[in-house]
T-cell receptor, first 114, second 116 residues
């Protein structure tokens, strides 16, 4: 049972580099999300998608971009990495309303920008 | 607007004693409420959920939570802590927002320490 799969698990970037965090789910969920988790801050929503071809900004979208060409995949692109983007990133999926808060999470991608 | 407040950032209990993790919420609509658990270096896992059915909700691993509308609370409890319960716990609220999208808001988390 794969669920939500994130790659890579760990990555170190230099300031100004770009990279893509991959996320795939095999549960046929329409809703997908990217969160970042910083110590003591809970989870902050970066971007979300309610279906293939539809994406929208969350609370902290600056410096990131997403696409949703298929139901299964929801990659997160970091352009021009900055130290403030050092964080743990979680991808999640869900069925949407009426159980929008019931989410399935990947194991996270730990990113360090130096 | 919706918000969720976890009243304690750290809770420490002895093994075999009760656990109480406190959560208060604010919502303009009828909310759904959730508790998630995160073990070190892992993703979040759903513990239990309240979605307007029974106000006392039972979850996995012996945890339960009670929805109290008058107190806007959804505290998480367990009668007897086990070492494996040491983790971070997140309270989450979800309700209808403008445009039909149900916004999901996470609390800042409570780290539970279990002392042998």
């Amino acid at each position: 049972n794969a669920g939500v799969t994130q790659t890579p698990k760990f990555r170190i970037l230099k300031i100004g580099q770009s990279m893509t965090l991959q996320c795939a789910q095999d549960m046929n969920h329409n809703y997908m999300y990217w969160y970042r988790q910083d110590p003591g801050m809970g989870l902050k929503l970066i971007y979300y998608s309610v279906g293939a071809g539809i994406t929208d900004k969350g609370e902290v979208p600056n410096g990131y971009n997403v696409s949703r060409s298929t139901t299964e995949d929801f990659p997160l692109r970091l352009e021009l990495a900055a130290p403030s983007q050092t964080s743990v990133y979680f991808c999640a999926s869900g069925r949407g309303a009426p159980n929008t808060g019931e989410l399935f999470f990947g194991e996270g991608s730990r990113l360090t920008v130096l | 607007a919706q918000s969720v407040t976890q009243l304690d950032s750290h809770v420490s209990v002895s093994e075999g004693t009760p656990v109480l993790l406190r959560c208060n919420y604010s919502s303009s609509y009828s909310p759904s409420l959730f508790w998630y658990v995160q073990h070190p270096n892992k993703g979040l896992q759903l513990l239990l959920k309240y979605t307007s059915a029974a106000t006392l909700v039972k979850g996995i691993n012996g945890f339960e939570a009670e929805f109290k509308k008058s107190e806007t609370s959804f505290h998480l409890t367990k009668p007897s802590a086990h070492m494996s319960d040491a983790a971070e716990y997140f309270c989450v609220v979800s309700d209808a927002a403008s445009g039909g999208y149900q916004k999901v808001t996470f609390g800042t988390g409570t780290k539970l320490q279990v002392i042998p």
